[in-house]
């Protein structure tokens, strides 16, 4: 029995820092947020102060909430002359990807003033408490992991676009190449901006010091970032979407990101008779799965998702269209990301989905700063009227999904993954595993996954031959991976049964750990 509570991350240290917190009398929300602090350390490609993010957390004696503190768009945009603005190619093996860097794709963060409103509204310690694992990690160093190593050769040519960046990276072994597993990352002076930020606040990052040296790196270096930005950035508070699938109550994050409402209307599309007669690796289960993840894709081009919430799940999530698109999925066959993600279960029955990214990060930093900017104005996916044509001063949309779930005899899971686009396909399988075909935890997370883009189907090895040959014969495109890839997402859950008896899994996809304490 534990005594503490359950965590599942993208690391063991950002794990041990959580689980540091619980023993201590820290509520969910005081652990997810010391796994942050650590995890800038443990998953520094990640995890960082200079991203966005979301927290779904429910108190043991409240409701639940959304804290957002996604990146938001600049107030002014500069000439595109003026900008530091360019791409550069990552290589996973499998496949190239182009991402843009520099510091003019760097949006407004949100991190640290989401973080901390959080910290004002759920928390029992001080942040001294909750920074203090992640100082200690900064300053002796954390064993860089094989997910961290591999993520580093791979956007090695972002993290080596700046002397500071390159050299925080650079390996011990080789200093002109990156860090490799089991080498000792260490950041100095992140433990010395988390040290000032727990002792002097947020103002530090958004009026402050910090927010000076933000806004004259981008008026000097081509960024569009200004005091005002920074200044004036606010999390948002909001109720979750909540969502029935096969008798429990699902809480994800609501409009205006696109995460959680896809999911739900996947969830939708699915429940009931779609997978009535379907068994787990069946050729009926790949094929309904793929055709209501490209329903899904062909509805979410039909909707803006800077209109309001209500007019959103008008669209997608009324009953009688519902209905119309899962006779679709009766009918037939029809890019990595740098995220991470934390769950936490605490002894109470409090708990906190906490998901955060940098993107790939900009890439510019100076010698001596204790982050790095996100580089989301340069994320394809995020930015759907091209490169610089992003509205100003706007709340981005987002596909991270924190999520809960809610069954009706007392139990809950606590979720969420990181993978860009993956994210949706990645939590909607898993829930879909947990809840339709009642695999326990840890099988939920590790069947394997088929993701479906527009055309294209990606298919992770270990279904059975006839299900995926069933599943690429309904695709025009289809990729049928050798291995098990972080490709496929990172879903890190933990879970509460009715009794009070406490699990977790990381997902290995990603490096995940867990622990129950």
């Known amino acids: 029995m534990s005594r503490f509570g359950a965590v599942a991350a993208g690391h063991a240290e950002t794990v041990a820092a959580a689980t540091e917190i619980l023993q201590d009398g820290g509520t969910a929300a005081d652990a997810a947020l010391a796994a942050f602090f650590a995890a800038c350390t443990a998953e520094p490609i990640l995890a960082n102060l200079g991203g966005g993010g979301f927290l779904l957390a429910r108190p043991a004696d409240g409701p639940a909430r959304l804290y957002d503190f996604f990146v938001h768009t600049p107030r002014q945009r500069r000439p595109e002359g003026e900008i530091d603005f360019r791409p550069v190619l990552a290589d996973f093996g499998t496949a190239t990807q182009e991402f843009h860097i520099g510091l003019g794709a760097a949006a407004t963060p949100g991190i640290v003033r989401g973080l901390f409103a959080a910290h004002r509204d759920l928390c029992r310690l001080p942040m001294t408490r909750l920074v203090a694992p992640g100082i200690t990690l900064a300053k002796a160093g954390s064993r860089v992991s094989a997910m961290q190593a591999h993520l580093a050769q791979v956007v090695g040519p972002i993290l080596r676009a700046s002397p500071a960046c390159r050299a925080l990276f650079a390996g011990a072994a080789d200093p002109d190449g990156m860090c490799r597993e089991g080498e000792r990352f260490v950041w100095p002076a ?33 960024g569009h970032l200004t005091a005002d930005d920074l200044r004036l950035y606010r999390a948002e508070v909001r109720p979750p979407l909540e969502t029935p699938f096969a008798g429990a109550r699902i809480l994800t994050n609501p409009p205006p990101s696109a995460g959680g ?104 930093m100076r ?151």
């Open 190 to 222: 992140l433990a010395e901006t988390l040290d000032a930020l727990a002792h002097e606040g947020e103002r530090l990052f958004y009026e402050g010091e910090i927010a000076r040296n933000i806004a004259a790196a981008c008026r000097e270096a081509g």
């Open 261 to 364: 409402i896809l999911i739900a209307l996947a969830l939708a599309l699915l429940d009931g008779r779609p997978l009535q007669d379907a068994a787990f690796d069946s050729p009926r289960h790949l094929q309904r799965l793929a055709t209501a993840m490209a329903t899904v894709n062909r509805l979410r081009r039909t909707v803006s998702f800077a209109a309001g919430r209500s007019e959103l799940e008008a669209a997608l999530l009324a009953p009688r269209l519902v209905a119309r698109w899962r006779d679709a999925v009766m009918a037939g066959p029809a890019a990595y990301r740098g995220t991470t993600h934390i769950s936490v279960i605490d002894k109470a029955g409090g708990a906190a989905a906490l998901t955060v990214t940098n993107g790939e990060s900009c890439g510019m």
């Open 367 to 517: 010698p001596g700063d204790g982050f790095i900017l996100n580089n989301m104005l340069g994320e394809e996916d995020l930015n759907p009227a091209g490169f610089h044509g992003w509205p100003r001063d706007t709340r981005m949309s987002s596909m991270m999904a924190p999520s809960l779930v809610v069954r009706p005899e007392g139990g809950m899971t606590v979720l969420g993954s990181g993978g860009s686009n993956r994210i949706r396909s990645a939590i909607l399988q898993v829930l879909v595993n947990l809840l339709h075909f009642g695999l326990p935890l840890d099988r939920a997370i590790e069947s394997p996954r088929l993701h479906m883009e527009g055309e294209h189907l990606d298919i992770e090895p270990g279904y059975g031959e006839e299900a995926v040959a069933a599943a690429r014969a309904a695709a025009r495109e289809s990729r049928l991976w050798t291995d098990r890839s972080l490709f496929f997402g990172g879903v890190h859950a933990v879970h509460r049964t009715s009794r009070g008896d406490l699990d977790g899994h990381g997902d290995p996809r990603r490096g995940g750990a867990a622990a129950t304490v």
